[in-house]
């Protein structure tokens, strides 16, 4: 392979780890590698990367240096030896806190720093339907856009460092939502002898009908004004009475829409029974 990019080096070989330093050599950049345990290297040496002896002299040998380890406490750890002039983009799981925090340590140590979230799968890495959210200072992540390019979609999120793992955290929220809803609603249509696989084309059409809403409901919340456009929030309180009624005469776990209803009722006790149910973003701005 001809090498012909900015070098990289990229710490951490698990399976978003290696899909991301696979990336950065089927572009043609000279691409470090470490992994705590070397045989994660072997197939990425062999397609032409160097595997450095310690995390040290892999950050050493490039100037972008990613990383994608298990947690915020592993990017400490790997982070070892001088930053001098070294742009770290960190593609680690972690709160805004700990981003944030990290950022001070970095450029304390003479680097910059990007902090960053992969919306995607790692066989989507690579391709542009893996998206890339960043955060951290926008001339850091302008200079090494080329680069980051490779990797998938970027989006710049804002120079706070935290943004990225903000959003991470929103959008985790969202993804458990869903799921969890089209598991529990599997779980009631079970109990009819209907099989998951029947459920999808209708849990679709419903996701696809919500998602429509999103934008009337974001500039409801912005406004701070919830009209009650599809259905009052008395109203939905009546039908989650009859989910969490029904759930139970089958045996069916019923926590989730009970979960839905304590909210909805605090709305109600806050005087929001005739709004919209976008309402409830009170409930969940408190502590």
């Known amino acids: 392979m001809t090498h012909t990019g900015t070098p990289v080096t990229v710490l951490g070989l698990g399976m978003m780890g290696g899909a991301l330093a696979g990336a950065f050599l089927r572009a043609g950049h000279p691409t470090t590698v470490w992994n705590r345990t070397a045989a994660k290297a072997d197939d990425l040496v062999a397609r032409g990367a160097t595997l450095a002896a310690s995390p040290s002299a892999a950050i050493a040998a490039s100037p972008l240096v990613v990383v994608c380890v298990s947690d915020y406490d592993a990017v400490t750890d790997v982070l070892d030896g ?170 069916v776990n019923a926590d989730l829409p009970r979960l839905a209803k304590a909210l909805t009722e605090r709305a109600v006790t806050a005087g929001h029974g005739s709004s919209g149910y976008a309402a409830l973003v009170e409930q969940f701005r408190q502590a």
Do not use: K
Request: net charge negative; charged share 15%.
């Open 82 to 251: 001088p930053l001098d002039g070294r742009v770290v983009v960190n593609l680690t799981s972690g709160t805004p806190t700990r981003a944030r925090a990290l950022a001070e340590e970095v450029a304390g140590r003479g680097g910059g720093y990007l902090d960053g979230g992969i919306m995607a799968v790692p066989d989507a890495v690579g391709t542009p339907d893996a998206i890339i959210a960043y955060s951290g200072l926008r001339s850091l992540h302008d200079a090494h856009r080329s680069t980051l390019d490779i990797l998938g979609t970027c989006l710049h999120l804002g120079d706070d460092p935290g943004l990225s793992a903000t959003h991470e955290m929103a959008t985790l929220v969202l993804m458990w939502g869903m799921l969890d809803g089209f598991l529990n609603g599997v779980a009631i249509l079970g109990t009819a002898g209907v099989p998951p696989t029947a459920y999808v084309p209708i849990a679709r059409t419903a996701i696809d009908t919500v998602a429509g809403w999103l934008p009337g409901y974001a500039r409801q919340v912005e406004e701070g004004v919830y009209p009650a456009d599809d259905g009052t929030v008395d109203t939905h309180l009546s039908v989650m009475a009859h989910v969490i009624e029904e759930s139970e005469s089958l045996g």
